[in-house]
């Protein structure tokens, strides 16, 4: 069975900084997606970015961004030029191709800080 | 805009009271899920449908059932809510084939009381 690991579950920076959020999983499995989720206070889930295990390179979406070392089995986020609104709970999730599962992470609750 | 919309967005239910849950969603994506969440906590899958095709989770209680009369609907029917069934409930879709076939979109939870 497959399981995800945030080892961090509460961080605060200030604004401005970067912070980046850790995120563990095993699986035995060579193809499956990897994914950052964001939810905010009272607020409803969004992805932030998804990670293809096939891919080598890195994604990217503006001020976020991973650090996906697949024999490692580690998945960071990365937070540039934090914004009050990245305050949230961000959860690392697991998937495998048709399995219309994901196996979630126990979330990091950021705040960032004025 | 596409989204999942969830009714209501609060819901108080009385011990032992049924009651129903409700999401829609304008995306015609074949998926549609349905999650528990406690505070502080992940969400915990519940079963999720593709198409008709009913999924349920081995750990889900008997306590709780879903119906999905049509691509849009999906209801969470809870038979018999106990104080422990308190939490946000999350709908979730995604579309199930083609690109990004697991991209899952979420609602915006319903957060139920149990009295």
């Known amino acids: 069975a497959q399981t995800v690991t945030q080892s961090q579950p509460e961080m605060s920076v200030q604004e401005a900084e970067t912070v980046t959020l850790s995120c563990t999983y095993d699986?035995?499995?060579?193809?499956?997606?990897l994914f950052w989720y964001k939810q905010p206070p009272s607020r409803q889930m969004i992805l932030v970015i998804r990670?293809?295990?096939?891919?080598?390179q890195n994604a990217t979406e503006n001020r976020f961004s991973v650090n996906f070392q697949k024999a490692a089995k580690s998945f960071s986020l990365k937070i540039s030029d934090s914004q009050l609104g990245d305050t949230a709970m961000y959860f690392c999730?697991?998937?495998?191709?048709?399995?219309?599962?994901?196996?979630f992470g126990q979330g990091t609750r950021l705040t960032i800080n004025p | 805009d596409a989204m999942v919309i969830q009714n209501p967005r609060y819901q108080v239910t009385q011990f032992g009271k049924p009651v129903t849950l409700s999401c829609s969603q304008t995306?015609?994506?074949?998926?549609m899920y349905w999650y528990q969440q406690k505070s502080s906590q992940a969400p915990k899958l519940l079963f999720h449908?593709?198409?008709?095709?009913?999924?349920n989770e081995a750990d889900t209680p008997d306590n709780f059932q879903s119906r999905r009369p049509n691509t849009s609907f999906c209801f969470l029917d809870i038979r018999s809510p106990g104080l422990g069934d308190a939490a946000m409930y999350l709908c979730?879709?995604?579309?199930?084939?083609?690109?990004?076939?697991?991209?899952?979109?979420f609602g915006p939870g319903t957060r139920l009381t149990v009295t």
């Open positions: 990670q293809e295990a096939y891919k080598q």
């Open positions: 449908y593709y198409d008709k095709d009913f999924n």
């Open positions: 699986t035995s499995e060579n193809n499956y997606y």
């Open positions: 999730a697991f998937m495998t191709p048709g399995a219309q599962k994901l196996v």
């Open positions: 995306l015609n994506h074949n998926v």
């Open positions: 979730a879709t995604s579309r199930g084939q083609g690109p990004n076939l697991d991209e899952q979109y």
